[in-house]
C-alpha cells in the first residue's frame, strides 16, 4: 500500500525551528519527486518545496527561499523538510505528496495526512 506518513510540526516561537519528516512506503523515492506544500485558514494552497529523486533538483518558494530546506533519506525511504527562522505567516497545515519524477510539474497523486504548524509567541 503506497503511503506517506507525516511526524513532526508543532508549536514555535518566531525564530525558531522545525523538521517535518514524511516516510514513504509501499514505493521507494527514486524516480519521484516530493512537494511540500502548505495552506493557511482562508488561503489557497501553496507549494513550498520540491525534491526530485529523478535529477537531484530541489526548488523552493520565494518566501521560504534562504530558510527552508528539503532533502531526502533513501536509506530511510524519507524526506524532511528543516524550518528554521520561522514567521508567524509561516503558520499553516503542511503537506508532504508525491509526484511522478519532476519538480514544477504539478502533477501530484498520493498525499501524507498533513501536520499543522504554529509560529507563536
Known amino acids: 500500500q503506497v503511503q506517506l506518513v507525516q511526524s513532526g510540526g508543532g508549536l514555535v516561537q518566531p525564530g525558531g525551528s522545525l523538521r517535518l519528516s514524511c516516510a514513504a512506503s509501499g514505493f521507494t523515492l527514486g524516480g519521484y519527486n516530493i512537494g511540500w506544500f502548505r495552506q493557511a485558514p482562508g488561503k489557497e494552497r501553496e507549494e513550498v518545496s520540491c525534491?526530485?529523486?529523478?535529477?537531484?533538483?530541489?526548488t523552493y518558494a520565494d518566501s521560504v527561499k534562504g530558510r527552508f530546506t528539503v532533502s531526502g533519506d533513501n536509506a530511510e525511504n524519507t524526506v524532511y523538510l528543516q524550518m528554521n527562522a520561522l514567521k508567524p505567516e509561516d503558520t499553516a497545515v503542511y503537506y508532504c505528496?508525491?509526484?511522478?519524477?519532476?519538480?514544477?510539474?504539478?502533477?501530484?497523486?498520493?498525499w501524507g495526512q498533513g501536520t499543522q504548524v504554529t509560529v507563536s509567541s
Open positions: 525534491i526530485s529523486f529523478r535529477d537531484g533538483t530541489t
Open positions: 505528496a508525491r509526484g511522478w519524477g519532476y519538480c514544477g510539474e504539478d502533477d501530484y497523486g498520493k
